[in-house]
């Protein structure tokens, strides 16, 4: 019987992957939350993620471990929490094992290459392994695909890693908390993906019903409008 990997009550660190798929602000803006609330986050960014940062936001990651930490804490202008940076091929890391602790793993985001391999339990990166270790452990591992729209083969990847016991987290957009920016937007969707695994990060209006309800002071009468 598989355990799912819903909200966990584990200790230790979050594993934050990101894999080379178009979406990297919201990685960026995940890694920003967690370390502001004072989280400790085990980072690896794949290769192909690399890549996508140059081509599409013009920034240059570092590969290396201790510059990249420097890196990312420059960018994200965040001094607190605890930041440990992996190698996109170190699979002698200790997030690699499943001996490691951790609370948990986001894939944020997911790209269908990335979706696949773990799917066919292949793991050519860290990210996979990790990956394979967080299925393999009953660990709770988020995956949040970017890419539209889905083929048969995208479906059922994603299939067979919800039955293995991933949560399913696609970046999907909403209105009700009226976003007046992208960055409104991008904050949803972070906060959002690591409700998952019970965190509590930045400041998301909720919904709470209907402003209004029929019959409800201040309510408008019905066949009118509110002006």
């Not at 819903?6 to 594993?15: A, C, D, I, N, R």
């Not at 394979?132 to 479906?155: M, Q």
Request: hydrophobic share 40%; net charge neutral.
């Amino acid at each position: 019987m598989v355990r799912p990997s819903g909200t966990s009550s584990g200790t230790g660190p979050v594993v934050l992957a990101v894999s080379g798929a178009s979406a990297q602000p919201l990685a960026q803006r995940a890694l920003q939350l967690l370390l502001e609330a004072g989280e400790a986050v085990e980072l690896v960014t794949s290769r192909g993620a690399i890549g996508v940062w140059q081509a599409e936001l013009g920034l240059r990651v570092p590969s290396d471990p201790d510059a990249q930490e420097a890196f990312w804490r420059e960018r994200t202008a965040v001094s607190t929490g605890q930041l440990r940076c992996h190698r996109w091929n170190d699979q002698a890391a200790g997030i690699a094992s499943g001996s490691f602790k951790t609370r948990g793993m986001v894939i944020l985001p997911a790209s269908m290459g990335t979706v696949g391999r773990i799917a066919s339990g292949v793991a050519l990166d860290l990210v996979e392994r990790a990956a394979d270790v967080h299925l393999k452990e009953g660990r709770p591992l988020v995956i949040c695909p970017r890419e539209t729209p889905w083929s048969l083969v995208h479906l059922r990847n994603l299939t067979a890693l919800a039955e293995a016991g991933a949560r399913i987290a696609p970046p999907v957009p909403a209105w009700y908390h009226q976003p007046q920016s992208i960055e409104d937007m991008v904050d949803f969707l972070v906060i959002r993906v690591f409700d998952v695994l019970g965190y509590e990060l930045g400041n998301l209006r909720r919904w709470q019903g209907p402003p209004h309800q029929p019959g409800s002071p201040g309510a408008p009468a019905a066949g009118t409008t509110s002006p």
